[in-house]
């Protein structure tokens, strides 16, 4: 498998993004800033671990508390997070199990 040498992104993340690439896939799953970017300008749609939490939580794969108690590990781990999204994401958890 080839690999993407971009100077903004660590070797996990340029392996991923040319494994996307290679297999053709439609989205990349990554937190990292550059990574999404790049990903985007080659045409992958990207999701975040945030973005996750909310599928799983509309989907039916996350009971509330389960996606709350996930969405507050994702808070309390190395992954930054501004308070205002983390707001956000709590809304929209409140609304999807209105």
Do not use: K, N
Request: glycine letters at 8%.
């Amino acid at each position: 498998m080839g690999s993407i040498e971009v100077p903004q992104l660590d070797p996990g993340e340029a392996q991923a993004l040319a494994l996307a690439l290679q297999s053709e896939a439609d989205w990349l799953l990554t937190d990292d800033a550059a990574a999404r970017l790049i990903a985007q300008q080659h045409g992958l749609e990207v999701h975040g671990s945030l973005g996750v939490v909310l599928w799983g939580a509309a989907t039916g794969h996350f009971q509330r508390q389960e996606a709350e108690d996930a969405l507050e590990a994702l808070a309390g781990s190395s992954l930054w997070i501004s308070s205002r999204i983390l707001d956000e994401v709590r809304a929209a958890l409140r609304q999807i199990f209105a």
